[in-house]
């Protein structure tokens, strides 16, 4: 067991999916062509005035309520000064000393239980615009950088975790139910891979059984959940061999490098007084009456937590398939409009996780693209239940299903795919079998009773497996029992 024991803080960056940027009517939709996107106010220019658009602010308080947090009576603006060239204007507007929420929690379900994560702050600010490095994939290597101003100005909602967290798998777990938070209350569409979530970590180690803070580290820009694991197990090794040597860890912002798997030095790490940080002269103060709050709260939808537990202890689902529906909020729709009036949700639940979930991903397409509706899966797991198709011709019933999205039953009448529940017939295929296999018939009457499962499959293939197996079993006996008198 290691001596350190880690102390672990996130800064989640997370992308407004609003119409319109924070403070013009620029469009704030990702992509484009460079700086088409931009007007006097985002860029900064002299002379242009800010307007707060009044989504964000709804959305801020909305990611606060859904994270149990407490919504300022009053909040404001400030510049956030530092020069960078993707910030033109030389500042950002951001929230400093009266952020619009403070003092929420998530919860994150670990091997070890369910875990409580403090939220220290949420507030809104604008996004910079972005560098695009030419003659390689980034800074290092290149030979000359271009600047695109499209993102400056999109809005942001920035959310400080405490450091509650002591393993990189809870800080993953962390970020995972963030992010599912987020887009089931539809503030952001939580596209990590274009930069809809970004997240920068802190982390110190301290010897076990202590209470004072370590020298952190920031490593910044983790834009997956792989990522934020995977960087924090090398730096928490990094800084634990630093220690065990006698040296001392320094307080900067690193990089993650996925190709090489470590942790590279940036920049030592600013202090808030860096930033020289004041009020914003353009815009308001906000204040935001209670009954607001409470409009926005009547109005959540059913939250993650909230639907793991629907799941288990109404739908009787096992924790795990819970766990993978709710992380998918499409998916979970999806599973919800299927189980209407369904007596099986959890077949309806193992259908969309294996043969479904399989093809989406061997496809590459997003659940909206597939063809079966959720009135169809919830009815090809009626004609299984009511015996009208064994489950082996399910199996490549809904294949053909997932290509053409017609009906299953359509399907089951067009392929001839009825299964076959009269004894009478099945019989007569298995007399056919046991005339076509005296050999295996001998082998039997002479005590191989194994060989029976060689039989029973002859059946099912002469029936192309339309034929009831229970049904074969019980009739194949009788017929060898009925051979052997």
Avoid at 27 to 40: D, I, L, R, T
Avoid at 114 to 134: P, S, Y
Wanted: net charge negative; aromatic share 6%.
């Amino acid at each position: 067991m290691s001596k350190y024991e880690a102390v672990i803080g996130l800064e989640v960056h997370v992308e407004l999916s609003t119409e319109t940027k924070i403070f013009c009517g620029c469009p704030a939709k990702f992509g484009g062509e460079p700086n088409s996107h931009v007007c006097p106010v985002c860029l900064g220019l002299p002379g242009a005035l800010p307007v707060l658009n009044r989504k964000v602010l709804e959305y801020a308080i909305r990611a606060g309520v859904a994270l149990n947090g407490h919504i300022a009576e009053t909040s404001k603006f400030d510049r956030k000064n530092y020069f960078y060239p993707d910030l033109p204007k030389g500042y950002q507007i951001s929230q400093y000393d009266k952020p619009i929420v403070e003092k929420g929690w998530l919860e994150i379900e670990t091997s070890e239980g369910v875990k409580r994560i403090g939220i220290t702050r949420l507030h809104m600010e604008e996004d910079a615009g972005k560098l695009v490095h030419q003659g390689a994939a980034n800074l290092s290597g290149s030979t000359y950088s271009l600047v695109d101003l499209n993102r400056a100005g999109v809005p942001l909602c920035e959310i400080v975790s405490d450091p509650d967290m002591r393993t990189p798998e809870e800080a993953r777990l962390y970020m995972q139910e963030l992010r599912n938070i987020l887009v089931t209350i539809g503030i952001t569409d939580g596209k990590m891979e274009e930069g809809s979530l970004r997240c920068d970590v802190n982390v110190s180690l301290r010897p076990v059984g202590t209470e004072a803070f370590g020298t952190r580290t920031e490593l910044k820009n983790m834009n997956s959940f792989r990522a934020v694991q995977k960087a924090l197990e090398y730096e928490i090794e990094r800084q634990a061999k630093v220690l065990d040597e006698g040296g001392r860890v320094v307080q900067e912002t690193r990089t993650w490098s996925e190709e090489r798997g470590v942790t590279l030095s940036m920049r030592s790490k600013e202090e808030a007084h860096d930033y020289r940080y004041f009020p914003d002269p353009d815009l308001s103060d906000l204040v935001i009456p209670r009954e607001v709050v409470e409009r926005v709260r009547a109005k959540l939808p059913e939250l993650p937590a909230a639907r793991r537990t629907r799941y288990q202890e109404v739908v009787g689902l096992p924790a795990y398939d819970a766990g993978v529906l709710t992380d998918n909020l499409d998916l979970a729709r999806y599973f919800d409009e299927a189980i209407e009036g369904s007596p099986n949700p959890k077949a309806i639940a193992n259908w969309l996780m294996g043969d479904v979930a399989a093809y989406l991903n061997a496809n590459k397409l997003a659940l909206a693209e597939l063809p079966v509706k959720p009135a169809q899966l919830r009815k090809l797991v009626e004609l299984i239940d009511a015996d009208v198709i064994s489950g082996k011709i399910a199996k490549s019933l809904v294949g053909e299903m997932l290509k053409s999205g017609k009906d299953p039953e359509a399907l089951v009448q067009e392929m001839g795919l009825t299964q076959i529940s009269d004894d009478s017939a099945i019989v007569e295929a298995i007399r056919a079998v046991l005339a076509a296999h005296p050999s295996q018939v001998a082998e039997y009457q002479a005590g191989k009773v194994k060989v029976i499962g060689y039989l029973v499959g002859q059946v099912m293939r002469q029936t192309q497996g339309r034929a009831k197996p229970d049904a074969v079993n019980r009739l194949m006996a009788e017929e060898l029992a009925s051979f052997k008198a």
